[in-house]
C-alpha cells in the first residue's frame, strides 16, 4: 500500500482536530469523568462523622435459594432515578438474560444506589454507594442469599471493576477518601474463592501500581495495566516481581478476539493532523504489529455538521472491525454502527428513533454480537458521582452478520463488555 499523503487541506486538518478529542471513545469519558469526581469527593474532604462510618453492605439478592448457580447469558445494569409512593428513590438492579425470547430479565441483585458490576460463574461483584458517596464492594452469589463484603483499605472510592471468571478473581482501582494519598486509583486484585482474604495490591516495577485503565488478560491471573503518562504494563498481579513493560500508548482497545494480542491506539504522528495509529501486542514476544483498517472513518466538518468515530472494535485477525459513527447536526445526534473488512465499510446497524443516541458497544466472548447502548434524544443525566448515565437507556443485541436485532434489553454496562 501507499505511503504517500495527499495535503490535507486547512479545512479537513480543522475537522479532525475539533474531533481529537473524541476519538478516545466513551471508555475514556468515563474514564476521565471518574478522575475528576473522585477528585471534586478528595477536595471536598470528609467530616469526621463521616470519617467513622465504614462501608456496608447495600445491595439485597432477588434470588431464590439454590445449590446450583442461576445461569444467564447476559448481565445489564439498570439505575432508576424514579421515586417510590413514600417518596424515597426506587432500587437499582441488575437483571440477568437469556439470548432468546422477549423477557425483559430477571432481576438478580437490587439496591439504593448501584455504580457498577462485574460477573464471575457463581456471583455478582457489585459496587454500590454509601450515602456520603463512597464505596461498598460486595460479592452476591447466584445461589441466593445474602451478600458477602469485601473489606476494602479505607473508606473510599471503587472504580474500573473487572473480573477474570476463570480465576474466580475481581479487581478495581481505589481511592482513598482521606487524601492522604497512601491509595490513589491503586490497582487491587480479590479472590472470591477466599473470602478470608484481603484484597491485594497489585505491584509493579516501583511498588502498588496507579493505574489509569487497566484489563484481565482473558484466561489469566496477569494484567494490562496503563499509568496516567500511558505506560502499559504486563503484570502477574498474584506473584510480585513479574512485569514487563510494553512501551507508552494512548489507549486500550481491548484484546483480539482468540488470540493473545492487546490492540492499542496511538496520536497520529502529527497531533490534530494525521488520524489515529492502532498496532497489536504479542503479549508472549512482546512484539508490537501495525494494524491496518481498512477503511477507518477520518472525522469530518462540513455544513454545519460534526461527524466524529469511536475507536474500533477490532473482531478478529482477519481486521474485521466495528466503528461507532456520531453525526451531530445543529444539536441533534444521530449514531450509526459501521463494520469494516478488507472488502471495505457499510452500516450494520442503526437504532430506533426513540433511542438514537450509541453510547457504547462491545462484542460478545464468541464475536457474533454486539453488545450497543442507546439512550433517547432528550435524557436526562443520573447524577451518580462516577459513571454517570443517561436515563433511560437500554441494550441492544446486535447480530454481526446480517445486523438485525435479536434483542433489547433495560440497562447498560453488559457482562459481554467487563
Request: hydrophobic residues 40%; neutral net charge; proline residues 8%.
Amino acid at each position: 500500500m501507499s505511503t504517500k499523503r495527499r495535503p490535507v487541506s486547512a479545512k479537513r486538518a480543522a475537522a479532525i482536530a475539533a474531533a481529537a478529542e473524541l476519538l478516545a471513545g466513551r471508555r475514556f469519558a468515563r474514564r476521565l469523568y471518574g478522575t475528576i469526581a473522585i477528585l471534586a469527593l478528595l477536595a471536598g474532604g470528609l467530616t469526621a462523622a463521616n470519617l467513622s462510618k465504614l462501608p456496608h453492605a447495600n445491595s439485597t439478592s432477588a434470588l431464590a435459594r439454590s445449590a446450583t448457580p442461576a445461569a444467564f447469558a447476559l448481565y445489564s445494569l439498570q439505575r432508576d432515578t424514579g421515586k417510590d409512593d413514600t417518596g424515597h428513590k426506587k432500587p437499582d438492579t441488575i437483571l440477568g438474560t437469556s439470548l432468546s425470547g422477549s423477557d425483559q430479565g430477571t432481576v438478580i441483585v437490587s439496591a439504593p444506589r448501584i455504580q457498577e458490576y462485574a460477573a464471575l460463574p457463581t456471583a455478582l461483584a457489585v459496587v454500590t454507594l454509601n450515602d456520603d458517596n463512597t464505596s461498598s464492594l460486595e460479592i452476591v452469589p447466584l445461589t441466593g442469599g445474602p451478600p458477602t463484603l469485601v473489606p476494602l483499605p479505607s473508606l473510599g472510592t471503587v472504580a474500573n471493576l473487572h473480573a477474570a471468571p476463570s480465576q474466580h478473581l475481581i479487581g478495581f482501582t481505589f481511592t482513598a477518601s482521606s487524601g492522604t494519598g497512601q491509595y490513589w486509583k491503586s490497582l487491587f486484585v480479590y479472590d472470591v474463592g477466599s473470602p478470608s482474604t484481603a484484597p491485594r495490591a497489585v505491584q509493579g516495577i516501583n511498588g502498588p501500581v496507579s493505574a489509569a485503565d487497566w484489563r484481565f488478560v482473558p484466561g489469566a491471573a496477569t494484567v494490562v495495566a496503563q499509568t496516567d503518562d500511558q505506560s502499559m504494563f504486563l503484570i502477574d498481579a498474584l506473584e510480585s516481581g513479574k512485569v514487563s513493560p510494553l512501551g507508552a500508548h494512548a489507549g486500550i482497545l481491548g484484546f483480539v478476539p482468540g488470540t493473545n494480542e492487546l490492540a492499542v491506539a496511538d496520536q497520529g504522528l502529527k497531533k490534530g493532523i494525521d488520524p489515529p495509529r492502532y498496532s497489536t501486542i504479542n503479549l508472549t514476544t512482546g512484539t508490537s504489529t501495525p494494524l491496518s483498517l481498512t477503511g477507518a472513518f477520518v472525522p469530518d466538518v462540513a455544513n454545519g455538521t460534526t461527524t466524529t468515530a469511536s475507536q474500533p472494535m477490532v473482531l478478529g485477525t482477519s481486521g474485521q472491525y466495528a466503528q461507532v459513527l456520531r453525526k451531530y447536526d445543529g444539536g441533534k445526534e444521530a449514531s450509526v454502527v459501521n463494520l469494516a473488512d478488507k472488502n471495505g465499510s457499510r452500516q450494520l446497524y442503526q437504532p430506533a428513533a426513540a433511542w438514537s443516541r450509541i453510547l457504547d458497544a462491545c462484542i460478545s466472548p464468541a464475536s457474533d454480537y454486539l453488545a450497543v447502548e442507546t439512550a433517547a434524544p432528550q435524557y436526562t443525566g443520573d447524577q451518580y458521582p462516577v459513571l454517570p448515565e443517561p436515563t433511560p437507556i437500554r441494550t441492544d443485541l446486535v447480530d454481526v452478520k446480517s445486523g438485525a436485532v435479536l434483542k433489547s434489553v433495560p440497562g447498560f454496562l453488559p457482562s459481554w463488555c467487563g
